[in-house]
C-alpha cells in the first residue's frame, strides 16, 4: 500500500494547536514549536508507519473515516474540529505531528475525496538547506601600541599589528574548518536520522509497532511473525519489545506497551 499525495483540499481548519490551545489562533501551517525544533525525527519511519497502520491496524483511519462519512456535508466547520478533538481523545492521539495529519487526513475526506490513505504534509521540510554559521570571521588580533585611537579604524590598523599580537592564519584556518566540519557533521546525522539510513529493519518496526498500537502485546506479535525472522533473536518478545520502544521514540509516537498481555 502506498500512500496517496495527492494535492492539497480547499478545505482547510484551522490548526490543531487552536483546539488545544483556543487563545492562540494559528493556521494549519502553525510554527514549529521548541520542542519539536530541538529534536531531529525519523520521518521516513513515520511514513512507514502510515503504511504499517493500513496493514496491521485498519480500525485506526477506518473510525476517523467514519467520523467524517457520518457528518461530512452536514456539519460545520467549527462542529467538525469539536468532533474530531473528541476522535483524538477516544483514539489516544496526543503527539502533535499525528494529530496535525489525521487533521489534514480527514480535510480529504471532508471533501469526499475517500481514494486518499493518509495525508502527510510535515510542518518543516524533511530536508532542509545546510546553512552553517560561523563566529570570529578574521584572524584574531590581540590590543598592540599600533593601534591608535587618532590615527582612525582599528580594524583598519590590525593589517599592521606585529605578528606575535596576530593569529597564525594556518590556525586560522584550522579554527574555520573545525567549525564547518562541526556543523555539517551535525546536518549530515540529522539527514541520517530523518531518512532512517543505515536502518533496514525500518518496515519491520513500523509493521511491529502498528500492531503493538492496536492493543496485540509483544508476545503475540512474536507468536503470529513469520518465524523465519524470529531465529535470530534470542529472546524474540523482549527484542519485538525495545525494538518498538526506539522506533516509537525515533518517530516521535507516544505509545502504550505491553509486554506480556496476549490480545486476541
Given amino acids: 500500500m502506498e500512500l496517496n499525495w495527492a494535492a492539497k483540499p480547499e478545505f482547510f481548519p484551522e490548526s490543531i494547536y487552536q483546539i488545544a490551545s483556543p487563545s492562540e489562533p494559528i493556521g494549519l501551517m502553525r510554527p514549529i514549536s521548541s520542542e519539536e525544533n530541538s529534536k531531529t525525527y525519523n520521518e521516513l519511519g513515520r511514513c512507514e508507519f502510515l503504511v504499517a497502520l493500513k496493514a496491521h491496524f485498519p480500525q485506526f483511519g477506518d473510525s476517523l473515516k ?12 467549527e462542529d467538525f474540529l469539536k468532533l474530531f478533538n473528541h476522535w483524538c481523545t477516544s483514539a489516544n492521539v496526543v503527539d502533535v ?9 480527514a480535510c480529504f475526506w471532508f471533501e469526499g475525496r475517500f481514494s486518499v490513505v493518509w495525508a502527510y504534509y510535515p510542518n518543516d521540510p524533511v530536508i532542509q538547506y545546510f546553512r ?9 588580533v ?7 585611537d587618532d590615527l582612525g579604524s582599528g580594524r583598519f590598523w590590525d593589517a599592521f599589528a606585529p605578528p606575535e599580537y596576530r593569529e597564525d592564519l594556518d590556525d586560522f584556518e584550522r579554527r574555520m ?6 556543523q555539517l557533521r551535525r546536518y549530515t546525522r540529522s539527514i541520517k536520522a530523518r ?38 533473536y534470542s529472546e524474540p518478545e523482549r527484542a519485538i519489545y525495545h525494538a518498538v520502544k526506539r522506533f516509537a521514540r525515533e518517530i516521535g509516537l507516544t505509545l502504550q506497551l505491553s509486554r506480556t498481555k496476549s490480545a486476541a
Wanted: with cysteine; net charge positive.
Fill in 132 to 140: 552553517p554559521v560561523f563566529s570570529d570571521l578574521r584572524p584574531y
Fill in 66 to 77: 467514519m467520523l467524517v462519512l457520518e457528518h461530512y456535508q452536514q456539519c460545520s466547520r
Fill in 177 to 182: 574548518q573545525a567549525q564547518f566540519s562541526k
Fill in 142 to 148: 590581540k590590543p598592540h601600541p599600533k593601534m591608535k
Fill in 195 to 232: 531518512l532512517a539510513i543505515n536502518k533496514p529493519q525500518t518496515t519491520t518496526h513500523a509493521a511491529w509497532t502498528a500492531l503493538m498500537m492496536s492493543g496485540r502485546s509483544a508476545g503475540w506479535v512474536w507468536r503470529n511473525w513469520p518465524q523465519a525472522e524470529m531465529r535470530k
Fill in 97 to 105: 505531528w499525528l494529530r496535525d495529519l489525521c487533521l489534514q487526513t
